[in-house]
Structure formats: C-alpha cells, structure tokens
C-alpha cells in the first residue's frame, strides 16, 4: 500500500504512522473483519489499517482528530461514499453511544497515540456495554499493564480495571521499524473482549473505580495507609486481608471485596 504524500506526522497528535505491510496482514487477521459487522477506527491516520477494514467490511466508520487528514481520507476512500463515515472529533470526549444506533454492537481498532492511549481505554471502559471487542497497538509498556497479575511490577489501576470488565489477549509485539517516524519503544497489539455477564461484579462500580485509584495513589505504602481515608483496617482485616501489604499483590477478587467493604461502609455512615 502507497500512503498519500505530503502530511508531516505531527508531535503533539503522538501520530507515527504504520508502514509495514506484513504487520498489517497480522493485525487484519487478528481482528478478522466480516461484512455486516460495525466496525469503528480510532485515529486512521493514513489509513494503513482503514483500507483493509474498508475492504473486509464495506463500511466504517472513524474518528479522527487530525483536520488536515480529514481530505487526505475523503480521497483516498472516496469510492465508498456514505459507507465511509468520518467523524472529526477528539476520542477522547468522543460519545461513542452515538454510533450504536442498530443493535449491532461495535468492534473499536486503533493506532493509539501513545500520550493518549490509558485515558482513553479508561473512556472506552465506560461504553463497554456497546462493545464487542477492540484490538489495538499501544506501546508495549501499556499492553504489560492491561495484561498484568497480582505481584508483577506492571500490575496496577489500568490492569485490574481493564480486567474487572473485559477478557485481556495480548497478541504480539511490533517493532518500531513498521512506523514512520520511528518510535523510541517497541509497541504490541492487544485484545479487549467485554464480558457479556462480568466473571465478579461490584456492589457499585464507581466505589470499585474510587477504592482502586486510591489503592495505587502511592505504590510505595501498604492498604493501611493508602485506603485509610476510605476504609479502616479493622473491616480490611474482617475480609482476611493483611493491611499491611502493598496493593500489586492484591487479586482483583480481593479489590472487589475491598470495594464492597467501602460501600458498605459508606451506607452505614448515611444512616
């Protein structure tokens, strides 16, 4: 594939645009596109991965921040008119419900910029509900978070919320020599699939998200210190919970109990 010439990857879009014709075949045939299917691309850029998408499905659409691709995408895909559906946006505050306008549920791909990509998973959480599944290329550094377990040094917030909702599959690493430019780090595709019926579900999500970041807020300190303002280690030590240990070594069934403890106690104190 020949990409349009004439667009400077941009900085402060983090874009480094994918090149390498083998990667794409392996990333098209992770994702394994069907007709019919809904699918949305996050940040075509050039459109390395939109063509084969295009091709797979016949539609897509894709949210793009960049303006000055927006043409560059119109032309290069003009063929299939209104099956190509361009949204100019940041998908960052992009209302992702907007496209579920059938009952198909949606399949998210992305090259994400890299200073974007934990927010913006954080985002695509919240809309789990509509989502099939997403593949995406992040540095390889995310992709060891999402995936990690209790003990390892990568295993924290990203990982234990991306697992409370969604089957992690790291797939493969991609080197730097498939981008133009180059990235300085080594990056990897990984698959999200959300569960249909969560595995262990929380009493109420949001003290699950409000009790976990407060666990990891300083890495350094125990439960004791770090959940102090939220939960008191006599109802932490109820659960057969040591207070004393750091959080990377808690599983994600015990947050979901720790979760449950703080909703707990914030009812009775509302009593």
Not at 55 to 82: K, M, N, S
Not at 92 to 107: G, N, W, Y
Not at 154 to 168: D, E, F, P, S, T
Not at 197 to 209: G, I, Q, V, Y
């Amino acid at each position: 594939m020949k990409h349009p010439v004439g667009h400077r990857a941009r900085k402060r879009f983090g874009q480094n645009f994918l090149q390498d014709e083998h990667v794409i075949r392996r990333i098209i045939r992770s994702i394994h596109p069907q007709p019919g299917q809904h699918l949305v691309e996050i940040g075509p850029g050039l459109g390395a991965l939109t063509e084969e998408l295009l091709e797979a499905c016949g539609e897509l659409d894709v949210v793009e921040l960049d303006r000055d691709l927006i043409p560059v995408l119109r032309t290069q895909f003009f063929r299939y008119e209104e099956r190509f559906r361009i949204h100019q946006a940041d998908a960052l505050k992009f209302d992702f419900t907007q496209l579920a306008e059938d009952s198909r549920p949606l399949r998210i791909v992305g090259n994400l910029p890299y200073n974007i990509s934990t927010p913006l998973i954080f985002h695509l959480l919240s809309h789990s509900g509509l989502i099939e599944d997403m593949h995406f290329m992040l540095q390889k550094e995310v992709v060891d978070r999402l995936a990690a377990q209790p003990g390892e040094s990568a295993y924290g917030r990203l990982g234990i919320m991306a697992q409370y909702r969604c089957r992690v599959e790291p797939l493969f690493v991609v080197s730097p020599h498939a981008f133009h430019p180059q990235p300085k780090v080594d990056s990897a595709i990984v698959r999200l699939v959300p569960y249909a019926d969560l595995p262990l579900k929380a009493r109420n999500e949001a003290d699950l998200e409000q009790l976990v970041r407060a666990a990891f807020s300083m890495r350094r300190k125990t439960l004791r210190n770090n959940l102090k303002p939220l939960l008191p280690a006599a109802e932490i030590e109820a659960l057969n919970i040591d207070p004393g240990i750091r959080p990377e070594r808690l599983s994600l069934e015990s947050f979901v109990a720790l979760a449950d403890a703080f909703s707990r106690h914030k009812e009775s104190d509302t009593r």
